[in-house]
């Protein structure tokens, strides 16, 4: 079965949300962020530059023209090919030993015994290229970890004098030293004034987590602000969820896309938030729930993409506007239009 996306100009997308009010300066909840090491997130990894090669039908090889294997890689060692464990296949034979032979030249050099067994995933599509593997994040800290104890001063951080537009500061916050210590901050995105940006760094020096040691595993989050300089401008919020066809159809270049995803082998249906940060930085998508491996593929595809919107009002008061996708079963399959069937 193939997607069909619905069609949604950005005229219709614009009467789909709705106004958020909210205060002069809004902050809104922190994003815990996974720190990974070089390992962690693939930095180092080598790898064969040839593809692997579609076989030949035509020499009897295969009489399949269609296939895709995803795969969890396990680095255990710096200098060894990883364990290969086959999470979904629709391929051959012929084209399975493609992958695995592909595989068999993967090594991680700098994998440390501090980074533990380094988990990735990647698909391979023998109807177009290889996908980029997109590394699994380490198992997250239990609730009752160090998120629990992180106490915020108790003002609220006011700022009036913003000027005329809507802007936004995006912080990551870590604390790495003791309960004591204030976190290290850093400017991942801003449109608002300096002053509006020192105020946003003096008011997150004052967080603590007074539960933490001296040892402990940093903890990263990311929070934003929206400074609202008057009632009749604000940001935008979505109103209901999308299906992930209409998400499809928003996309910049629709009809040059390329992709294919087997959603029936993703422990579908399930559920996607998709954050929008551009033009500034890369859209962010998330799961809700329980995380599964399995769709690291498409979510690492969905937030390459951005939206067909280039309206920077508009822009600017989506940024951070978080849509929750709907995702059901079947197949996604984009073909570039002259290439359709």
């Given amino acids: 079965m193939r997607l069909s996306p619905i069609r949604l100009g950005c005229a219709g997308f614009v009467a789909a949300v709705l106004l958020w009010a909210g205060a002069c300066a809004s902050a809104l909840a922190q994003t ?4 990974l090491s070089p390992a962690q997130s693939l ?3 080598q790898r064969p530059e040839r593809l692997p090669k579609f076989p030949d039908w035509r020499s009897g090889q295969t009489s399949q023209r269609a296939g895709f294997v995803r795969v969890m890689m396990h680095f255990q060692a710096p200098d060894q090919a990883p364990r290969i464990e086959l999470m979904a296949n629709t391929a051959n034979e012929a084209m399975q030993d493609q992958v695995f032979s592909y595989l068999c030249w993967y090594r991680l ?6 980074d533990g067994v380094v988990k990735a995933v990647q698909e391979f599509s023998f109807r177009a290229s290889a996908q980029d593997p997109v590394p699994v994040p380490p198992d997250a800290e239990p609730e009752a970890g160090p998120k629990s104890c992180l106490v915020m001063p108790r003002k609220s951080l006011s700022i009036w004098s913003v000027g005329h537009r809507l ?3 995006l912080v990551e916050a870590r604390f790495a030293a003791g309960g004591a210590a204030e976190p290290e901050i850093k400017l991942l995105y801003s449109n608002a004034p300096s002053s509006a940006e020192q105020a946003v760094r003096a008011h997150l020096a004052q967080y603590r987590m007074p539960c933490r040691e001296e040892g402990d595993k940093a903890y990263v989050f990311e929070q934003h602000f929206a400074f609202l300089p008057e009632a009749s401008v604000r940001p935008v919020a979505i109103a209901r969820p999308l299906a992930l066809e209409a998400l499809l159809d928003m996309f910049e270049n629709r009809q040059r896309l390329d992709a294919a995803f087997s959603l029936d082998s993703m422990a579908c249906p399930f559920t996607l938030r998709y954050q929008v940060r551009q033009p500034a ?3 962010e998508v998330t799961q809700e729930g329980k995380p599964e491996a399995s769709r690291l593929p498409l979510i690492k595809w969905l937030a390459s993409q951005r939206l067909a919107i280039t309206d920077e009002t508009l822009l600017n008061r989506m940024f951070g506007t978080e849509l929750k996708i709907k995702v059901g079963c079947g197949q996604v399959d984009l073909r570039p239009t002259s ?3």
């Fill in 281 to 283: 930085l890369p859209n």
């Fill in 109 to 114: 050099p700098c994998l440390q015994p501090a």
């Fill in 339 to 341: 290439a359709a069937e």
């Fill in 167 to 169: 802007s936004h500061v």
């Fill in 43 to 45: 930095s180092c990894l």
């Fill in 32 to 35: 815990p962020v996974t720190e």
